[in-house]
C-alpha cells in the first residue's frame, strides 16, 4: 500500500502512532468480515440444507407413487439433485446480490467515517474478485448436493408400501 501511495505523490509517515493504529484497525476490520462472512455462508448453506430436508420428508409419499408407476430411481435422484442445485445457485446469487448492496452501504458509511477522522477524502468500495464469485456459484451447489444426498437416498429407499 505504502509503493502505490508514494507512486500517486503522496507523502507517506512511518507506521506508527495514529497511522499505525488506522492500519490495525482496517486489518482487523478486514479479517473479521472475512471470517463472519465465511461462517454466515456456511450456516445459510446448512440451513438450506436442513430446509430441503424437512421438505424432503414431506415429499415421500409422492416419491412412493412416482417410484409404484414406475419412475427409475435414478431418475427421480437426478432430478431431487437438480432442484437442491437450482435452489443453491438461487440463493447464493441472492446471498451475492445482498452482500454487494450492503458492503456498498458499509463502504460509503467507513469512507464518510475516515473522512470526517482524517480529514482527507477517500473513496471506498466493496471489492469481491469475479474468479471468487463464480467459484462461490460452483461450489455451493456441490457442498448442498453432497450434504443432502443421504436425505435423498433415504426418501428414494422408503418402502412403497407403508406400514
Known amino acids: 500500500v505504502t509503493k502505490d501511495i508514494q507512486k500517486m505523490g503522496w507523502s ?10 488506522i492500519s490495525t484497525a482496517i486489518r482487523s476490520v478486514d ?27 414431506e415429499r415421500t409419499q409422492d416419491l412412493r407413487i412416482l417410484r409404484s408407476m414406475g419412475a ?16 443453491s445457485i438461487l440463493a447464493t446469487a441472492g446471498g451475492i446480490g445482498l452482500g454487494l448492496l450492503l458492503g456498498s452501504v458499509g463502504a460509503s458509511q467507513t469512507s464518510a467515517l475516515l473522512a470526517d477522522r482524517l480529514g482527507v477524502d477517500l473513496s471506498l468500495a466493496p471489492l469481491a474478485p469475479g474468479s471468487f464469485l463464480l467459484q462461490l456459484l460452483i461450489v455451493a451447489p456441490l457442498f448442498v448436493a453432497i450434504a443432502a444426498a443421504p436425505a435423498i437416498r433415504t426418501a428414494l429407499s422408503a418402502d412403497l408400501v407403508e406400514d
Open 31 to 57: 479479517l473479521g468480515v472475512r471470517i463472519g462472512g465465511g461462517l454466515l455462508a456456511l450456516g445459510a448453506l446448512l440451513l438450506l440444507v436442513q430446509f430441503y430436508t424437512v421438505l424432503l420428508r
Open 12 to 21: 507517506v509517515e512511518a507506521q506508527n502512532g495514529a497511522a499505525k493504529q
Open 72 to 87: 427409475p430411481r435414478p431418475l427421480l435422484a437426478g432430478t431431487l439433485l437438480g432442484e437442491l442445485a437450482l435452489a
